[in-house]
């Protein structure tokens, strides 16, 4: 028998308002959850380089593996920490050869699937380290975690990739926490071109490299976790984002910290905190910089900075007229002042450009033709509207008349 339930309104109502705070305490609880676990993920390198010899009859994949291992058999199990194991140049010499071995998982259920993943390694491939940095970045189960790459390599980059940028735009992209890096039997040349890719650790023998791996260890799980300062920015021009056509550069202590090129939305960066300066370059028909300085990141906070450069830009428009006729459709026009002379570029029924505010002579030409050179004021923020008239010449018909009558000039 089937029996059937009727609701009413304020029943359903109130069904419907419990379903939905259900939902949002579900989602804010693992909000909060993803934000409080730690994920490492170690990138271990078994290059053909690591054939080559580190102690007596010991090569350098002998020596790693063993404190890799050690350093895998004694780490803790804590509730919130979980490790992975991303392995490059064990399978063959390709340049995508970078593989997540081991997932990530609480350390008590991965340590002897990792401790066997290392112990079957042989070394035969490259060095993709810039590749590999970008796939863990999809290793991690969430961006709200603290991530953390502990990158292990004998050598630089053998690709072509450029493992510092990669490095850079997923710390600034708040994918990964700055990375570790550590150099084994490198040279100096070497680690100067990987130890930008984080904090650097250099290790020449087993000694060095175990107490490397164990000061980060010590670092990472042990010391309490430390919020990074958060920044946001977008740059307008009347209100309109601009954003992606500027380079913006963070400068902390005299020194560059990060960049974002052409072609970003939102310039996100997150750091220690602290006061640092933002160097904006619109990178349009002209270039135009403006510095914004002493801009306080907090701990645990996104500090939102918005960079106008209604001060320093101004819109020209442009009409052009040939007699009483509107022919701004097929005519040019350039703006010049005492450095250069920029072309206006056609934009709806105008010839327009976002140029720096000032004075300029405007001409226009048509067929040829030049209209008279109008001197401009272009005001900061502010749109300037100008039409220009060419002078086109006329034509001159004759006709041949007889007695008050026109002939026909087949017959002159």
Do not use: H
């Amino acid at each position: 028998m089937t029996r059937c339930i009727f609701f009413g309104k304020r029943t359903l109502g109130l069904l419907l308002a419990i379903a939905i705070v259900t939902l949002l305490v579900g989602i804010g609880g693992t909000a909060k959850a993803d934000a409080e676990k730690t994920y490492i993920e170690f990138i271990f390198d078994s290059s053909f380089s690591m054939n080559e010899e580190a102690e007596r009859n010991k090569s350098r994949m002998d020596v790693a593996k063993e404190v890799m291992i050690d350093l895998i058999s004694n780490l803790e199990d804590r509730p919130g920490l979980e490790v992975g194991l991303r392995v490059y140049g064990a399978r063959n010499t390709r340049c995508d050869d970078s593989v997540l071995m081991q997932n990530f998982g609480p350390v008590a259920e991965v340590r002897e699937k990792i401790i066997q993943i290392v112990r079957s390694l042989k070394p035969r491939g490259k060095t993709p380290i810039a590749y590999s940095l970008e796939q863990a970045a999809g290793d991690f189960p969430s961006r709200d975690s603290r991530n953390i790459i502990v990158l292990i390599t004998d050598g630089e980059e053998s690709c072509g990739g450029s493992p510092c940028v990669v490095s850079a735009t997923l710390q600034a992209q708040g994918i990964i926490y700055k990375p570790y890096v550590v150099g084994f039997a490198m040279t100096q040349a070497e680690e100067a071109k990987v130890s930008c890719i984080g904090t650097y650790y250099s290790a020449k023998d087993r000694r060095s490299l175990s107490e490397a791996l164990t000061s980060i260890m010590k670092e990472v799980v042990d010391v309490p976790e430390i919020k990074p300062a958060n920044l946001q920015v977008k740059v307008t021009y009347r209100d309109s984002e601009i954003t992606n056509d500027c380079r913006l550069e963070l400068i902390k202590g005299g020194s560059r910290v990060a960049s974002f090129g052409t072609g970003s939305q939102v310039f996100r960066y997150s750091g220690d905190p602290g006061t640092v300066d933002l160097k904006v370059t619109y990178l349009g028909i002209v270039t135009v910089e403006k510095t914004i300085t002493g801009i306080e990141m907090s701990q645990g906070e996104t500090t939102a900075v918005t960079v106008k450069l209604d001060d320093l830009l101004g819109t020209l428009r442009v009409k052009v007229r040939a007699g009483t006729r509107e022919v701004t459709a097929q005519a040019e026009a350039s703006a010049r002042d005492d450095r250069r002379e920029l072309s206006l570029a056609p934009r709806g029924d105008v010839l327009a450009a976002v140029i720096p505010a000032g004075f300029y002579g405007v001409q226009a030409v048509y067929q040829g033709n030049r209209s008279q050179l109008a001197e401009v004021d272009v005001k900061a923020g502010e749109i300037t509207d100008v039409t220009l008239t060419v002078d086109v010449p006329g034509k001159l018909v004759l006709v041949p008349t007889f007695d008050g009558r026109a002939v026909p000039t087949d017959r002159v």
